[in-house]
């Protein structure tokens, strides 16, 4: 048997890698539909750390990095993080080879965030532990398309995230020195759905857990808050996609369910004015990116260009 010309080894190698790609989690579909799979399934991988970045913001105690103090003071606050998102457009069949763009939208998520004292530590600050709370809102009507599952934790059309975590301090706010911490947070948010088969080609459900680290230095001078510090963040979650594909009525297409995992570093900046108790500060931060082996090219999503985020909050301490 004459062995194959070089030209056709590697075209064939080429086709039998691009229909693995494709076939790993969509091989309930084929043709078209196959390709519109794998496209639904590339967006969620997109997507999701954008999510995760929207409800974990920077700060977790919004315009400082000192710890509170031990027993007896609290702080509680009222904040709104906002991060650009792409989606792609849901009437994408699977005939071309760049899936178009289709909403993008600076999406806001509300938050009411707390930290409580419960050890004061040592004299310098080391050791103090502070215990934080978060409630997490993401509106579904921030996008067309957009709904929470209907057995998902809810307040009316809005998803309803909880957090949890810790704060321990390394040095207390002294003279020329910052107050400096480092805290753990683990938040998630119920499954949101994009799109919908009985309309559009495609829909796909997703749900997040996110593990927040950060390290925060901050100063106060006179009536100016600063704070500033770097971030780690994995994001994990399971997906769902499902395709419109054409079958008789009786028949439902298959969902095809996968699992998410990524991880993003950050950094961020905090600036505010101080009066008494209460602080007013505004949040610019930096998402780093990465590069996810996406196998759908999309126009305007990138995934290894990083992405900054905002947030503007009002917080009270004694």
């Known amino acids: 048997m004459r062995p194959a010309p070089l030209c056709c080894t590697v075209a064939l190698a080429f086709a039998a890698s691009t229909l693995h790609a494709q076939a790993a989690e969509c091989g309930a579909y084929s043709g078209d539909s196959q390709r519109v799979c794998t496209a639904a399934v590339d967006a969620t991988r997109s997507v999701h750390p954008l999510l995760g970045a929207i409800v974990s913001g920077g700060n977790p105690v919004l315009g400082t990095g000192s710890p509170l103090g031990g027993p007896g003071h609290f702080s509680v606050t ?19 080879a760049i899936v178009p763009r289709g909403q993008k939208v600076f999406a806001p998520a509300p938050q009411i965030e707390a930290a409580v004292g419960v050890y004061g530590g040592l004299p310098s600050g080391l050791l103090a532990v502070d215990l934080l709370g978060s409630a997490q809102l993401l509106p579904a009507g921030v996008f067309d398309d957009l709904r929470v599952d209907e057995d998902a934790r ?39 759905t994009y799109g919908d088969v009985a309309a559009d080609e495609f829909q796909y459900a997703i749900d997040l857990r996110a593990t927040n680290v950060r390290l925060v230095a901050s100063k106060q001078v006179a009536f100016l808050a600063l704070a500033g510090g770097l971030g780690w963040d994995k994001y994990t979650g ?51 990116g990465k590069d996810q ?26």
């Open 78 to 96: 009222a904040r709104v993080n906002a991060i650009e998102v792409v989606l792609p457009r849901l009437s994408y069949d699977g005939s071309s």
């Open 154 to 192: 809810r307040i009316g059309d809005v998803a309803l995230g909880l957090g949890f975590g810790a704060r321990v301090g390394i040095l207390n706010e002294t003279g020329p020195l910052p107050g400096l911490s480092l805290s753990v947070m683990r938040r998630d948010l119920p499954a949101l």
């Open 238 to 288: 399971d997906g769902v996609i499902r395709v419109a594909e054409r079958r008789p009525p009786s028949v439902s297409p298959p969902d095809v369910p996968f699992e998410l995992s990524t991880s993003r570093a950050s950094a961020f900046l905090n600036a505010g004015f101080s009066l008494a108790v209460v602080r007013l500060v505004a949040e610019v931060g930096y998402l780093g």
């Open 293 to 318: 082996e996406l196998t759908t090219e999309f126009e305007d999503i990138d995934t290894t260009e990083g992405k900054f985020f905002g947030g503007l909050g009002l917080r009270v301490g004694f």
